[in-house]
């Protein structure tokens, strides 16, 4: 999960050598944390966080074949 998080941050984003995804994982719960550059949080977020929710989308059916649950936080 956390190389789809990250390949999909560097393509969208204009300083790609900032991007930082960490992946925590807990019973059935794995949380992905992607840091960007303050300059690409935008592109990142997407207008009314239509790029953000899209990531998170692909991440959860990527997840349910391995059965846990899967949250994506965007930090600057």
């Known amino acids: 999960m956390k190389e789809l998080v990250e390949v999909i941050a560097k393509s969208l984003v204009d300083h790609p050598e900032e991007v930082v995804v ?3 994982e807990n019973d059935k719960t794995v949380t992905i944390t992607l840091k960007v550059a303050p300059d690409d949080m935008g592109k990142v977020i ?5 790029i953000a929710k899209s990531i998170r989308t692909v991440v959860k059916a990527a997840a349910t074949k391995d059965d846990k649950k899967v949250m994506v936080e965007i930090m600057q």
Request: aromatic share 0%; no cysteine.
């Open 22 to 24: 960490t992946e925590e």
């Open 46 to 50: 997407g207008k009314q966080g239509r």
